[in-house]
């Protein structure tokens, strides 16, 4: 059983850069692959990014490809979402979620256990 709390969320200006925090519990944290998704109000959740079990690999949405960083420490507990030059269209509710392999992943059918999300707001 993992359980997930986002935290680092809020109001940003278009630009502006923002740090999320999943911090996780559980002894296996470093057994499972990570991701973040995020979600608006009416639409579809959205992958966004995934690392792997020791990091050395991830995954990125083309729509955040080299602005968005995921990273992990294990010793922590923790993964983060590392966000600069935000735009209006990445505000939403970000969720963490685990999946119990140790490989990237998009869907998100494939993640077990999820967060309860962080709100982010991008104003222009």
């Known amino acids: 059983q993992v359980q997930l709390v986002e935290s680092g969320g809020g109001l940003v200006q278009a630009g502006g850069s923002l740090r999320l925090s999943c911090a996780a519990s559980?002894?296996?944290?470093?057994?499972?692959?990570m991701g973040w998704f995020r979600q608006v109000s009416g639409k579809e959740r959205e992958f966004v990014a995934s690392?792997?079990?020791?990091?050395?690999?991830?995954l990125y949405a083309d729509s955040v490809k080299g602005r968005f960083t995921i990273s992990r420490d294990n010793a922590k507990n923790t993964v983060y979402l590392q966000m600069i030059s935000l735009e209006p269209e990445d505000t939403a509710i970000y969720y963490c979620?685990?999946?119990?392999?140790?490989?990237?992943?998009?869907?998100?059918?494939?993640?077990?256990?999820w967060g309860q999300g962080t709100q982010v707001t991008v104003s222009s």
């Open positions: 690392i792997s079990w020791t990091g050395g690999a991830t």
């Open positions: 979620a685990a999946r119990s392999t140790t490989m990237t992943a998009r869907l998100s059918q494939s993640y077990k256990y």
């Open positions: 559980g002894r296996t944290f470093s057994s499972y692959a």
